[in-house]
């Protein structure tokens, strides 16, 4: 039988295997939407001080920058 969790912003009840279930330390987060997820994202970031996890995010943000960049020169050596 499938696990059933229940979204934590909405409320709504999903199936195991839909929606996004994130293990963080001790904690279960469950959102039966990428929509949810991203309302307790902007949640998040408003309660952190910038100071505590910014250095995390531009790092995110750089490694992420950098691997749009090499799929953009894949795509212009293909062609
Ligand atoms: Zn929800």
Known sequence: MKRKYKCIICGRVFPEGQGIVINYGKTLL????????AKFLKQLLERIPPEEIEKYIKRLVEEDLERLKSL?????KKI
């Open 30 to 37: 469950t959102f039966h939407s990428s929509r949810c997820a």
């Open 72 to 76: 953009e020169e894949l795509k212009r």
